[in-house]
């Protein structure tokens, strides 16, 4: 069950308070994470300067580049102090192949193995310095593409940015919050996307960006730390943490992470942290410090995930299951975990603020909690078994408090405890199932597929497509068996919302393979005896297949022959004799006819003794 962006703030009713015109509007939100991608069209469409003494230089590997290579290029500028070189594309199979970036002794300054993009080297001492490429047997990727050189360093900075006020890399200490890793990104369009279709929970907030995790998504305790007093010294009225630190099964306020988060709290920033992503093992810190609000997963259908973190200390849930979202190059992708839970609540958070700027931190966290709701069902996939964190299969559990905390926010009876009058419409509850489950469905075209749309909570009749024509109505119970034939089957669910419900739309596909063999039948020969004169006989092989075919052959008295194209004749001889034809279909599944047994039997003209004669009779 995959939620997007416009599926996720439903669930938590930030869609209704939008009808308010409250959007976060210039609430000041600080994400500490991996860097944010500043220029994605969705955020905010930044630009960037470069500063430093930057020339062209061009110089690529090959495209792709050898297996068992080991190459290296020397560049030399004769007046450089240190030099610096900036790369389009770097891409190294992961963990196998490497480039080096060594000064003119050998040394090595800088490793990279993996995918990287538009980025610039540490400076090298010197005027010389050496790029080695080294891969393995196996497999070759694509290289590297550079277009820059550098005497020293080189910095960047964000401009023309509308809605990030400020940013910091406190892993490559300089100004540039860029984004290289991919999470940071995910966690802010979840905040603020302005797609008119996955917008984010509240996009009139401002973000301060700390970048605290590198590219591989890592950092440190002294990174995040930093982090927060930055947060604090540019005026956050939030800090929304996606990361974790050591996992605790309680409090955890002697943690340092936990200790920095209690102190900002203290200071009146609300800090919103993800529970972690392991299940019945704990609560990671920074999540677990007292005074946080510690956020679970629940997917689509409001069932708790199994991998959320539980413990007493975790307070809230929210959309955390295959959540599309913003990520690098512009581009979309969907990811999992309480990461992306923590920000839809650091998005209410913000519509809360601004429709109560004085409101504490304190203040906050009751009205979310006692505005929340429960969820539908509760699963577990890790546990502590023997002493270890140990993943097991999902399974369903009672819920408890500490699964659930206070429950799954809802943002618009927050608001209404706030004094706000909203007229709420209800998220109508459609189960659609194939096969007994809510998700796309490859089958073959022997199977039975079984098809049911219910009403759960709702008025009114919800409308079923196939392929774009009306198949039914679920009113509120709709079910159907079929069997289909190889192609592509687009179902959708449309309730046009009611009586206080608003409208759902759901699509789902079913992928029918081809795995019944072509059904062939032989025409000739028949099952009889054939009269010949001679030692042999031609008979016609004629048959008949119900389908396109890719090969066909037959087998004669045991032997199998060779490919025919078609109807064909078999030469035989006197005695019995049997025949099966065999034809393969374009999707490769094996037919064979039945067993066709016939017959030859030679016979001679002529008669015994006084010379005998041959007559015609009339």
Same mark, same amino acid.
């Given at each position: ?78 007046g ?61 990727w ?94 956050a ?24 988060v209690n ?16 299940g ?19 997917d ?53 603020l ?52 206070a ?60 392929? %774009?024509? !009306?198949i039914?109505?679920?009113?509120? @119970? =709709? /079910? +159907?068996?079929? #069997?289909?034939?190889? *192609? ?25 393979e ?21 030692s ?31 109807n ?17 279909d374009?999707? %490769?599944? !094996?037919g064979?006819?039945?067993?066709? @047994? =016939? /017959? +030859?039997?030679? #016979?001679?003209?002529? *008669?015994?003794g ?9």
């Open positions: 069950v995959k939620a997007s962006l416009h599926d996720s703030v439903s669930l938590i009713y930030a869609n209704q308070v939008w009808k308010t015109n409250l959007t976060g509007k210039d609430i000041r939100i600080c994400i500490l994470d991996s860097g944010i991608n500043y220029k994605h069209l969705a955020i905010d469409n930044c630009t960037s300067q470069e500063i430093g003494e930057i020339e062209s230089y061009v110089l690529e590997s090959p495209h792709p580049y050898p297996a068992n290579y080991n190459y290296t290029w020397i560049i030399s500028r004769p450089f102090s240190n030099i610096s070189l900036h790369f389009v594309n770097l891409s190294v199979e992961e963990g196998y192949d490497f480039l080096y970036i060594k000064d003119e002794n050998d040394t090595i300054w800088q490793t990279f193995s993996g995918n990287y993009k538009d980025i610039w080297t540490v400076p090298v001492p010197g005027n010389t310095v050496k790029i080695n490429l080294v891969s393995d047997w196996y497999m070759s694509y290289g590297f593409y550079m277009d820059k050189i550098a005497n020293g360093s080189v910095s960047r900075i964000m401009k023309d940015c509308k809605r990030i006020v400020a940013g910091y890399d406190f892993v490559n200490e300089d100004a540039d919050p860029m984004d290289d890793d991919g999470h940071g990104t995910h966690v802010a369009g979840i905040i603020i996307s302005n797609d008119s279709y996955s917008r984010g929970v509240a996009l009139g907030a401002k973000l301060l960006i700390g970048k605290v995790l590198d590219s591989n998504g890592e950092g440190n305790y002294s990174q995040v730390i930093a982090g927060i007093d930055w947060c604090l010294n540019n005026s009225q939030i800090i929304s943490l996606s990361l974790g630190g050591d996992l605790y099964s309680g409090t955890c306020d002697e943690d340092l992470l936990a200790q920095a102190s900002a709290v203290e200071n009146g920033v609300i800090v919103v942290a993800a529970a972690g992503n392991e019945a093992c704990g609560i990671r810190t920074p999540a677990c410090a007292s005074k946080a609000i510690a956020v679970g997963a629940i689509k259908n409001r069932n708790v995930v199994g991998f959320s973190g539980r413990g007493g200390e975790l307070d809230l849930l929210a959309p955390g299951d295959a959540i599309n979202s913003t990520y690098l190059d512009n581009r979309w992708i969907k990811m999992s975990g309480t990461s992306m839970a923590a920000p839809h609540v650091t998005g209410a958070v913000a519509l809360l601004e429709a109560n700027s004085s409101l504490s931190p304190f203040e906050v966290k009751n009205i979310l909690e006692e505005s929340a709701y429960m969820p539908e069902k509760c699963f577990e996939s890790y546990r502590i078994i023997g002493g270890q964190c140990v993943e097991i299969d999902e399974e369903e559990v009672a819920c408890t408090n500490q699964i659930t905390g429950g799954i926010i809802n943002v618009s009876r927050a608001l209404e405890i706030l004094g706000f009058n909203l007229s709420i419409e209800k998220v109508p509850r459609i189960e659609f199932l194939i096969n007994g489950v809510e998700n796309n469905l490859t089958v073959g075209n022997d199977e039975e597929v079984n098809i049911t749309v219910r009403i759960l909570e709702g008025e009114g009749e919800a409308e079923i497509y196939e392929n %774009g024509k !009306l039914g109505y679920a009113s509120p @119970y =709709f /079910s +159907v068996v079929k #069997i289909y034939e190889p *192609g592509i089957y687009n179902l959708t669910v449309y309730y046009p919302g009611s009586a206080g419900y608003l409208s759902f739309f759901k699509s789902l596909f079913i992928f029918v081809d795995v019944k063999p072509p059904e062939i039948t032989i025409l000739s020969p028949k099952n009889k005896t054939y009269y010949t004169s001679y042999t006989i031609s008979i016609p092989l004629t048959f008949s297949v119900n389908e396109e075919t890719s090969w066909v052959t037959y087998s004669l008295d045991g032997s199998l022959n060779l490919t025919i194209s078609g064909t004749t078999i030469k035989v001889g006197n005695g019995s004799h049997n025949i099966i034809v065999y034809a393969k374009l999707a %490769g599944n !094996l064979s006819s039945k067993r066709i @047994y =016939f /017959s +030859v039997k030679r #016979i001679s003209w002529g *008669g015994g006084g010379g005998g004669c041959r007559c015609l009779l009339r």
